[in-house]
């Protein structure tokens, strides 16, 4: 059964900095792509950034310059730094990991950015 955990979410200040983490396990075949969405009160669930194994990465233009998506192949970890955060940032980020049997995503994981 493939589980995604993620970890690294929280309250922060704006200009602040949080990097949140995700591993997942149980996959008999290789993530392809893995990345992370979000989902704010009241808004559809929106791609935030995604990597796919030895090609591009691609961001959300209202988060280019201020997070950076990376991943850790060998381990099955994606993770997302993010700097400069501003309150409309605020939402659960869920982790995603697509393979050739399925997509998969996390719980989410609480991101909260206010003064």
């Known amino acids: 059964q493939v589980q995604l955990v993620e970890s690294g979410g929280g309250l922060v200040q704006p200009g602040g900095s949080l990097r949140l983490s995700c591993a997942a396990s149980?996959?008999?075949?290789?993530?392809?792509?893995m990345g992370w969405y979000r989902q704010a009160p009241g808004k559809q669930r929106e791609l935030v950034a995604a990597?796919?194994?030895?090609?591009?990465?691609n961001y959300a233009d209202s988060v280019k310059g201020r997070f950076t998506i990376s991943r850790d192949n060998g381990q099955n970890t994606v993770y997302l730094q993010m700097n400069s955060l501003k309150p409309e940032d605020t939402a659960v980020y869920y982790c995603n990991a697509i393979s050739i049997i399925g997509n998969y995503w996390g719980q989410g994981t609480q991101v909260t950015v206010s003064s």
């Open positions: 149980g996959s008999r075949s290789r993530f392809r792509t």
């Open positions: 990597t796919t194994g030895g090609g591009p990465t």
